[in-house]
Nanobody, 128 residues
Framework: QVQLVESGGGSVQAGDSLRLSCAAS????????MGWFRQAAGKEREFIGT???????????DYADSVKGRFTITGDNDKNTVYLQMSALKPEDTAVYYC??????????????????WGKGTLVTVSS
């Protein structure tokens, strides 16, 4: 059974950095599509970014425009963990952040409805 556990959330000031971790068990992250999403209070869950293996055996990342250039997703195959490095945080980044896994790698869009497994989320609060 696949399990995902996020950690690293907390309260920070605007402009600070924070790194979230997503530890996976039950399936290698290197052979899955891993996604990060977030959900602010009263809003729908939002795609942040994804990391997945390409057909040429590299790892490709993709990001939402709202975080591009500020957030970076990396993976550690030995630890079976993916990370979300967040920098230049803004108050509007305040949300519960979720890690998700899709068993199919593929090249199509990564959407919340298409993910197979979810973590329970970790709260990030950014104050001005």
């Amino acid at each position: 059974q696949v399990q995902l556990v996020e950690s690293g959330g907390g309260s920070v000031q605007a402009g600070d950095s924070l790194r979230l971790s997503c530890a996976a068990s039950g399936r290698p992250v290197s052979s899955s599509t891993m996604g990060w999403f977030r959900q602010a209070a009263g809003k729908e869950r939002e795609f942040i970014g994804t990391i997945r293996r390409s057909r040429w055996n590299y790892f490709n990342t993709d990001y939402a425009d709202s975080v591009k250039g500020r957030f970076t997703i990396t993976g550690d195959n030995d630890k079976n963990t993916v990370y979300l490095q967040m920098s230049a945080l803004k108050p509007e980044d305040t949300a519960v952040y979720y890690c998700a896994l899709r068993e199919v790698v593929g090249t199509g869009p990564v959407t919340a409805s298409g993910m197979d497994y979810w973590g329970k989320g970790t709260l990030v609060t950014v104050s001005s």
